[in-house]
T-cell receptor, first 112, second 114 residues
Framework: QQQVKQSPQSLIVQKGGISIINCAYENTAFDYFPWYQQFPGKGPALLIAIRPDVSEKKEGRFTISFNKSAKQFSLHIMDSQPGDSATYFCAASKGGYNKLIFGAGTRLAVHP | ETGVTQTPRHLVMGMTNKKSLKCEQHLGHNAMYWYKQSAKKPLELMFVYNFKEQTENNSVPSRFSPECPNSSHLFLHLHTLQPEDSALYLC?????????????FGPGTRLTVT
């Protein structure tokens, strides 16, 4: 049973465009929603995270939008750059505990 | 060395072999984690240790045996593995086990079981 569903599986965006990755969850007890970025040969690294008491969080070109009623959250990458080409994972955890449930990942390619 | 290091980076082993994966964190953290990353599947949490004590075993088969001798080192002992165990094994650490603490991942060990 996949508790966090991520889409699309892969995404191609032109340089300067907006990349949008979506995640949906089932467990309303989740209280922490991070996004991780993984480059080939590297481990995932935390990019940005949100808690359900806010609907949006922005850090530089990266924004998380959170819709609690729809049980969905998304990552927006503005002005996408070739250096953003990586695999992105959404995740969720509950109870204030660091047991992360990950989505399946989205492979983003930003073409010059 | 800084951050989280893992050795070896690549490992090929037969189904009857015994091998160990090593993880070391240089961040002064108290919690350490093992994850399995298979192709086209979500990262799966395997084990969690906090202050050297195992706090989570995510129904992992006994052919995977973790060991945490201190807060800086984490091992994953492998024996009689199956080909489906081939994957990238990632280690992570965090200051604590609350989700207000960021998890820092190592680069992983690419394991191939033949």
């Amino acid at each position: 049973q996949q508790q966090v569903k991520q889409s699309p599986q892969s995404l191609i965006v032109q340089k300067g465009g907006i990349s949008i990755i979506n995640c949906a969850y089932e467990n309303t007890a989740f209280d922490y929603f991070p996004w991780y970025q993984q480059f080939p040969g590297k481990g995932p690294a935390l990019l940005i995270a949100i808690r359900p008491d806010v609907s949006e969080k922005k850090e530089g070109r990266f924004t998380i939008s959170f819709n609690k009623s729809a049980k969905q959250f998304s990552l927006h990458i503005m002005d996408s750059q070739p250096g953003d080409s990586a695999t992105y994972f959404c995740a969720a955890s509950k109870g204030g505990y660091n047991k992360l449930i990950f989505g399946a990942g989205t492979r983003l390619a930003v073409h010059p | 060395e800084t951050g989280v290091t893992q050795t070896p980076r690549h490992l090929v082993m037969g189904m009857t072999n015994k091998k160990s994966l090593k993880c070391e964190q240089h961040l002064g953290h108290n919690a350490m984690y093992w994850y399995k990353q298979s192709a086209k599947k979500p990262l799966e949490l395997m084990f969690v240790y906090n202050f050297k004590e195992q706090t989570e075993n995510n129904s992992v088969p006994s052919r995977f045996s973790p060991e945490c001798p201190n807060s800086s080192h984490l091992f994953l002992h492998l024996h009689t593995l199956q080909p489906e165990d081939s994957a990238l094994y990632l280690c992570a650490s965090s200051q604590g086990t609350g989700n207000n603490y960021e998890q820092y991942f190592g680069p992983g060990t690419r394991l191939t079981v033949t």
